[in-house]
T-cell receptor, first 115, second 115 residues
Framework: KAGVTQTPRYLIKTRGQQVTLSCSPI?????VSWYQQTPGQGLQFLFE???????NKGNFPGRFSGRQFSNSRSEMNVSTLELGDSALYLC??????????????FGPGTRLTVL | AQKVTQAQTEISVVEKEDVTLDCVYE???????LFWYKQPPSGELVFLIR??????QNEISGRYSWNFQKSTSSFNFTITASQVVDSAVYFC????????????FGGGTRLMVKP
């Protein structure tokens, strides 16, 4: 069974530009979450989508947005890029949503560099 | 608010030594979930274990073992007879009931196993 895939793996942008990252979850998984990893702030939760609806959102500015499609694939978008947005962006998927917490499986990440 | 603390930022051991990675958490919820993930240099977070707050049984999986103690809010991870392939950054994470899949991560412990 294929794991979580993320594209592109590496990306270089300049300040002020916008970027879209893509994530394909494990087949059958309906929940997709996004995390940002930086040396200074560590791993931080961005948002979670389930059935095309955002279920949770972390403490990030509105420049960070996402969406989920009917096939559970997800994209996240960052507009007006800043130097501080340089990070590894990790996507995770889980099988289902429930009152509890599902185990999340992570993709290899997209490394974004903002110049 | 939830918080996860991994006080050891970096540990260096020689192959075949045993090593314990500490994790202390804070949460007001009575139902919560604890996780350990491994991040090798490739960047992908690899799921190791999930434990819910009602299950305090310790777990052993090969050379890995986990000690969950609610009384001290700790969920420590021990690698027995460490190997060079164990070199990675290890993250402890916490989520609570009804939070969906929003994980709060500790800062991580970089483990270096030298031959």
């Amino acid at each position: 069974k294929a794991g979580v895939t993320q594209t592109p793996r590496y990306l270089i942008k300049t300040r002020g530009q916008q970027v879209t990252l893509s994530c394909s979850p494990i087949s059958g998984h309906r929940s997709v979450s996004w995390y940002q990893q930086t040396p200074g702030q560590g791993l931080q939760f961005l948002f979670e989508y389930f059935s095309e609806t955002q279920r949770n959102k972390g403490n990030f500015p509105g420049r960070f947005s996402g969406r989920q499609f009917s096939n559970s694939r997800s994209e996240m978008n960052v507009s007006t890029l800043e130097l501080g947005d340089s990070a590894l962006y990790l996507c995770a998927s889980s099988l289902k949503t429930a009152s509890g917490t599902d185990t999340q499986y992570f993709g290899p990440g997209t490394r974004l560099t903002v110049l | 608010a939830q918080k996860v603390t991994q006080a050891q930022t970096e540990i260096s051991v020689v192959e075949k030594e045993d090593v314990t990675l500490d994790c202390v958490y804070e949460t007001r919820d009575t139902t919560y979930y604890l996780f350990w993930y491994k991040q090798p240099p490739s960047g992908e977070l690899v799921f190791l274990i999930r434990r819910n707050s009602f299950d305090e049984q310790n777990e052993i999986s090969g050379r890995y073992s986990w000690n969950f103690q609610k009384s001290t809010s700790s969920f420590n991870f021990t690698i027995t007879a460490s190997q060079v392939v164990d070199s990675a950054v290890y993250f402890c994470a916490l989520s609570y009931n009804n939070a969906g899949n929003m994980l709060t991560f500790g800062g991580g412990t970089r483990l270096m196993v030298k031959p």
